[in-house]
């Protein structure tokens, strides 16, 4: 099975994540074809969506002007996988706190931008994430904190009594940068577990 995989690549790092993507997808005997998305048109055509880290003001922009937001929120009614990441998690919550950031209201989750302290503002960590056996190397940068959390949503993992990792229905967001490590599992973990399991 070949796997399309849209990586919204208006701005913030996709090279990384295109490459955990076929790394996951080959763990499982999979192909995957990465499609960047920078125009509208190219997301309907995904199985799956990757929201990567970056700037959420500029993303947020971006995606609004080049229509593709609506592209993405038609792919979540339709309960199609997404992973996003850091400037990604503050897109698809409910409230980020500020009005520059148009959010997609796919999570129901409310996030303040940057809010880890000065002295923690990038660091790594092990992290124990429900559905993986061992802990993850996660990596926070100017990392987003998830201050409310709806009744639907599953917190994966913690850090200091804060989610880090949720889901909600086929969306998990995450406030570190999975790409940044060689540990290609929470990609699977969002996209060919899911992909599969409805195989
Ligand atoms: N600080 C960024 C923001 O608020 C997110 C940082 C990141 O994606 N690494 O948009």
Do not use: Y
Not at 176 to 193: C, G, K, M, Q, Y
Request: aromatic share 4%; proline share 5%; charged share 25%.
């Amino acid at each position: 099975m070949t796997v399309r995989a849209g990586v919204v690549a208006v701005q913030g790092d996709v090279s990384e994540h295109a490459a955990a993507i076929r790394q996951a997808a080959e763990a499982h005997g999979e192909t995957a074809e990465v499609v960047e998305i920078r125009h509208a048109g190219a997301v309907p055509e995904c199985d799956v969506l990757l929201l990567p880290g970056g700037e959420s003001t500029t993303i947020s922009r971006l995606v609004h002007r080049e229509g593709i937001a609506a592209e993405i929120q038609a792919h979540a009614e339709a309960d199609k996988p997404i992973l996003a990441t850091c400037a990604g998690l503050i897109l698809v919550s409910t409230d980020a706190h500020d009005d520059r950031v148009d959010t997609l209201d796919l999570l129901d989750v409310t996030v303040k931008r940057n809010a880890f302290g000065r002295q923690r503002d990038s660091f790594e960590a092990p992290l124990g994430v429900t559905g993986l056996d061992d802990p993850f190397p996660a990596v926070f940068i100017r990392a987003p904190v998830i201050d409310e959390i709806g009744e639907g949503v599953e917190v994966l993992a913690s850090w200091d009594d804060d989610p880090v990792a949720v889901r909600q229905g086929s969306v998990i967001g995450l406030s570190f940068h999975p790409e940044l490590t060689d540990d290609s599992r929470l990609h699977d973990l969002a996209f060919f577990e899911s992909v599969l399991a409805e195989a």
